[in-house]
C-alpha cells in the first residue's frame, strides 16, 4: 500500500478527470473510532459536519456502508442527503426501508438457534456482548480476557461448523468480534457496483472511492481497486487489498475535509 497523503496530488488529479465520486464509507474504525461498548461509538462533530457538506455536494455521492443494521447507522450519523447500507450490504434503503435480499426466513430461523444456544455455551465466560442485528448478528469479545478468548472463538466455531458446512450460514471475523450471516452471494462489494449502477447516468464518467479498515471491507477494496479510489485505514491490522492508506479516524476526516474543498 502507498500513503494516501504522499500521493494525494495524483490522486485529485485523477478525480478530476472524471464526473461525479461514489464515496463509500464504512462507519466504525472509518468513521469514529472503535470503542470497547458499540453503543457508545458516536461519529465526531467535525466528521459529522464534514460528511454533511459532501453530502450536499452535487458531484458527490455520498453511502456509508455498515455492519450495524440500517435503523442503527443511519440514527448515528443522522444525516440527509446520504445513501446508508446496513448489515454489510443486506439491507438498504428503497422508499423506505427495505431488504434487497427480501425471502431470508430460513436463514432468520437458523441464526436465532444458533444464536440462542451461542448464549447458553457462553455463560460461563465474561466480558462479551451479542450485537443484534436482526438477520445477522456479531458476537463482541473485546472486554473479554485473554486466557478465555480461544476457549470463546472454540465454542463459536463449533456450534457454527454444522451450518456452515451445510453451506447455510457464513462466518466473518473482524476486529475482536465475529459474526454470523446468511449464504448469500452478497457483500460491501456487490452492494457498491449495485448503487453505482443503479445511480450512473448513461456515458456518465464516474469514480468510486472507498474507505474502510475491516476485513469486510476487503470485498470492496476487491471490486473497486481497478475501478477507482480504495483506502485503508490502519488500525489492529496491517495489511490489505487496497491500494492506499490513511493512519486513523482523524486521518479520514481530515482527507474529507481537503476533499470537500477540493472538489
Not at 36 to 63: E, M, Y
Not at 153 to 172: D, L, Q, R
Not at 187 to 199: Q, V
Not at 215 to 236: N, Q
Request: positive net charge.
Amino acid at each position: 500500500m502507498k500513503s494516501l497523503f504522499f500521493n494525494l496530488k495524483y490522486i485529485f488529479s485523477e478525480i478530476s478527470k472524471t464526473g461525479r465520486i461514489f464515496l463509500f464509507l464504512d462507519y466504525d474504525g472509518t468513521l469514529c473510532p472503535i470503542v470497547k461498548r458499540p453503543d457508545r461509538a458516536t461519529l465526531p462533530l467535525k466528521t459529522r459536519n464534514i460528511l454533511s457538506r459532501l453530502a450536499d455536494n452535487r458531484r458527490i455521492v455520498v453511502s456509508i456502508v455498515s455492519g450495524r443494521m440500517l435503523r442503527q447507522v443511519k440514527n448515528l450519523v443522522g444525516l440527509k442527503g446520504i445513501h446508508y447500507a446496513g448489515c454489510h450490504g443486506l439491507e438498504i434503503e428503497k422508499d423506505d426501508k427495505a431488504y434487497l435480499f427480501p425471502k431470508l426466513s430460513k436463514s432468520k430461523i437458523r441464526i436465532n438457534g444458533l444464536k440462542r444456544r451461542l448464549k447458553i455455551e457462553l455463560s460461563a465466560i465474561t466480558g462479551w456482548e451479542i450485537e443484534e442485528k436482526d438477520i445477522i448478528f456479531a458476537l463482541h469479545y473485546r472486554r473479554v480476557k485473554s486466557s478465555n478468548i480461544q476457549k470463546l472463538k472454540n465454542i463459536f466455531y463449533n456450534i457454527a461448523k454444522p451450518y456452515t458446512s451445510k453451506g447455510e450460514i457464513v462466518t466473518a471475523s473482524g476486529k475482536m468480534v465475529l459474526e454470523v450471516r446468511p449464504a448469500l452471494n452478497w457483500d460491501k462489494g456487490r452492494y457498491c457496483l449495485y448503487l453505482m449502477n443503479k445511480l450512473k447516468h448513461k456515458d456518465e464518467r464516474i469514480i468510486p472511492l472507498y474507505i474502510g479498515d475491516d476485513t469486510t471491507d476487503e470485498t470492496a477494496f476487491k471490486v473497486l481497486r481497478r475501478k477507482g479510489i480504495t483506502i485503508f485505514v490502519k488500525g489492529e491490522r496491517k495489511t490489505s487489498l487496497a491500494e492506499y492508506y490513511l493512519g486513523s479516524t482523524n486521518e479520514v476526516t481530515d482527507f474529507l475535509g481537503r476533499l470537500n474543498r477540493q472538489f
